[in-house]
Structure formats: C-alpha cells, structure tokens
C-alpha cells in the first residue's frame, strides 16, 4: 500500500510540475522590454526632454510587461494569486488617481487595509513581502506617468526627480522578479 501511494505522487508530481513551470525565454522577454523602456524614461528625466505622451507609450509597454509578469508570478507562487488579480485587475483604475493617491492605495498597499479584500493571504507578513515585487512593477510606471504629466505642466524639477527615482525602483522590482522566475 505505501509503495502505491508514493507511486501515485510520483505519477501526479510528475504532470503538475510541467503546469507550473515558468516560460524563462519569455519571462527574460518581457523583463527586457519592461527594462528598454523603463530606461529610456529614465534618460528622459535626466535630459530633461520630458514628453508626456512618450512617457505614456513607454509607461504602457511597461505595464503590459508587467501584468504578464505578475500573471507569471501567481502561477509560481498561486498563494499570492488572488492579491495579483486584484492588482492587475484594478490598473485602468489606478491610471486615474493622482500621484499621492496612487502611491498610498497600491504602493504603501492601502486599497488592502479596510479588510474588505479577500486576498487569501496576510501581505503585511514578512513571507509575503516578496508579492509587493509584482505589484510595484506595476505602479512605479503609473507614479512615473503622474510625475512627467505634472513636469510638462510646471517644469518642477522635483517632478524629474521623481520620474528617475520611481523609474529605477520598478527597474529594481523587475530584476526582482526575473530572479525569482528564472531561478533554477
């Protein structure tokens, strides 16, 4: 009987692994577009050539690399499933809202404070953390958007610093992400 049962897992192990196996080509792809764009906004901000409607096409090649990322993440990590769905759900949202509102909802992780979010994990837990990953990938482009918006109206040069600074945090949250994909 036990012989049959370790049998039975090896059998069932061996066709859920394939299922969960991460596409690394395409993970380095989409971590490589997310990247190329990510920098040239970055070279925008420190030549101070902000063009708002450039940085939006940069801003959503980038969140279209990332949601496939994040959707790649809940699949290696289907425990944090529910909290990425959410995330990747709520970006047309998330384009609306201003700078401070956008970082305190979905960068400082506010939108899940009221409780009224079944998530299926506790992300404050410091063995979630590694979700927040996913998810600032994401937002760091919109903050970057909201930022270069705000320059092409009053040339702050505040607003370029926080273009470069948002910017190199998501390219950071994306290395993060690559690692933890395609890690062997």
């Keep these: 009987m ?53 940085v939006e096409q940069q801003v959503n090649v980038m969140l279209a690399d990332a949601v496939w990322l994040a959707t790649e993440y809940a699949k290696a990590h289907p425990e944090g499933a529910k909290l990425l769905k959410t995330v990747t759900d709520h970006v047309d949202a998330m384009r609306k809202l201003s700078f401070h509102d956008l970082e305190h909802e979905w960068h400082d992780l506010g939108y899940f404070e009221s409780g009224d979010h079944d998530i299926g994990l506790n992300i404050k837990e410091e063995d979630n953390e590694h979700f927040t990953d996913p998810i600032h990938t994401i937002v760091h482009p919109l903050l970057v958007l909201k930022a270069a918006q705000s320059y092409n109206t009053g040339h702050k040069e505040e607003d370029l610093k926080a273009m470069k600074a948002e910017m190199e945090e998501g390219l950071e949250q994306a290395e993060k992400q690559l690692i933890a994909l395609t890690k062997a």
Excluded: T, W
């Design 2 to 54: 036990k012989y049959s049962f370790i049998k039975l897992v090896a059998v069932l192990a061996a066709f859920a692994i394939p299922a969960l196996a991460v596409d690394k080509p395409q993970v380095e792809s989409h971590y490589r577009s997310y990247h190329a764009a990510g920098k040239a906004v970055v070279e925008m901000a420190i030549s101070k050539n902000v063009d708002a409607v450039a």
